[in-house]
């Protein structure tokens, strides 16, 4: 069973309803909560887990070789978020636009872009007794946290154990980080 806790306004208490859905389901069976609200992760305020792994999440950005670089502004073209800007003398990559889709790189025709991890924020992985608890971080500034709830999402059911329940804690609101979270 997967069981999304959401809400379209904060503050309505779906952290500690999430919480305590967890903690009481932890008392008979093993059951795994993901804090998907990134940017406020605070479901372990209440769970007080023992936070035992963390892991990067990373955004592929792209990165310009000047000496192959013809200037031809493809890649400014190709891009649907504007985080390439070709001027006559220089490509500027404006990293926290990237959306990591690749398109700049694959449709330059000089195969003077290569793409590099830029980090966006962390996956922390903790325990209470057959509770696990999975919270996504998301950078201070970043503007993206689809890929940190992304990579947190990829940690359901863990390595093992696919027949345990799962409860989301999902962010406030109606935007891409609450449609990522309960898709």
Request: charged letters at 20%; proline letters at 7%.
């Amino acid at each position: 069973m997967i069981v999304s806790v959401a809400s379209g306004k904060g503050g309505t208490g779906k952290t500690l309803v999430a919480t305590s859905l967890a903690l009481a389901v932890s008392e008979r069976a093993s059951v795994q909560i993901l804090d998907c609200d990134v940017e406020e992760p605070n479901a372990n305020l209440f769970l007080r887990a023992s936070i035992e792994r963390t892991e990067p999440v990373y955004v592929p950005t792209p990165r310009i070789d000047a000496d192959r670089c013809n200037h031809c502004g493809r890649c400014a073209e190709v891009c649907a978020y504007h985080a390439i800007a070709s001027l006559p003398s220089k490509v500027i990559v404006f990293p926290e636009l990237c959306h990591g889709c690749g398109a700049c790189s694959y449709l330059c025709p000089e195969s003077a872009i290569v793409e590099a991890n830029r980090q966006v924020g962390v996956v922390e992985v903790g325990y209470r007794g057959n509770l696990e608890l999975v919270q996504g971080r998301l950078n201070t500034g970043e503007p993206m946290p689809t890929p940190v709830i992304r990579k947190t999402k990829m940690c359901i059911y863990g390595q093992t154990d696919n027949h345990r329940d799962v409860i989301i804690d999902v962010a406030p609101g109606t935007s891409c980080p609450v449609v990522e979270a309960v898709n």
